[in-house]
């Protein structure tokens, strides 16, 4: 199963700003709502709150601490590993991970794929992706927007692949 992670940031890694995201872009709603649709994905229990409902066409894992939380139509876990098998023996191909940061932070390192919506604003957020080195990925596509009509900010939406060193060679 392929574990990929989907994010929009701000220049400075910022995801998040008193539990929203900082902007509304609705183009890079758009390919999130095409890239994600029919698949299983992973959240955190305070981005699902925040979105605050089931998306339509998808699976939601929802990771949280608390024993008692529950939410309509959707998958509640304890565990990053527990919502990773379960997603798998679902018999998924590529799940979602969506946020916070903490779930970023768990999934970064077995991530496989990484679609970067990167803002370039500085939003003040709050809230931000954990670090990582972008020399362990590969670029495949990229897509510049610019700030008219709707769009506040110029964004650009790219997608690497992990590069993995063959141990063969």
Same mark, same amino acid.
């Given at each position: $199963?392929?574990?990929? =992670? @989907?994010?929009?940031?701000?220049e400075?890694?910022? %995801?998040? !700003?008193?539990?929203?995201?900082p902007?509304?872009?609705?183009q890079?709603?758009?390919?999130?709502?095409?890239?994600? $649709?029919?698949?299983? =994905? @992973?959240?955190?229990?305070?981005?699902?709150q925040? %979105?605050g !409902?089931?998306l339509?066409?998808?699976?939601?894992?929802?990771?949280?601490?608390?024993?008692?939380?529950?939410?309509?139509?959707?998958?509640?876990?304890?565990?990053?590993?527990?919502?990773?098998?379960?997603?798998?023996?679902?018999?998924?191909?590529?799940?979602?991970?969506?946020?916070g940061?903490?779930?970023?932070?768990?999934?970064?390192?077995?991530?496989?794929?990484?679609?970067l919506?990167?803002v370039h604003?500085?939003?003040k957020a709050?809230?931000?992706?954990?670090?990582?080195?972008?020399?362990?990925?590969?670029?495949?596509?990229e897509?510049?927007?610019?700030?008219?009509?709707?769009?506040?900010?110029?964004?650009?939406?790219?997608?690497?692949?992990?590069?993995?060193?063959?141990?063969?060679?």
């Amino acid at each position: $199963m392929i574990i990929s =992670l @989907i994010v929009a940031m701000d220049e400075k890694g910022g %995801i998040g !700003k008193e539990g929203e995201l900082p902007w509304h872009i609705s183009q890079d709603l758009q390919h999130f709502k095409e890239v994600t $649709m029919g698949h299983h =994905l @992973i959240m955190g229990r305070k981005t699902f709150q925040s %979105i605050g !409902k089931r998306l339509p066409g998808r699976t939601m894992i929802i990771l949280t601490r608390n024993p008692d939380f529950r939410a309509e139509e959707c998958l509640v876990v304890h565990s990053f590993p527990e919502a990773l098998s379960l997603a798998e023996a679902r018999g998924e191909e590529e799940v979602f991970i969506i946020g916070g940061a903490s779930v970023y932070r768990e999934a970064l390192p077995m991530a496989d794929q990484l679609y970067l919506t990167r803002v370039h604003t500085d939003a003040k957020a709050d809230t931000f992706f954990p670090t990582f080195d972008l020399k362990s990925w590969k670029l495949k596509d990229e897509r510049h927007f610019s700030a008219k009509g709707p769009n506040k900010y110029p964004f650009t939406i790219q997608r690497y692949i992990r590069s993995r060193e063959d141990p063969g060679s």
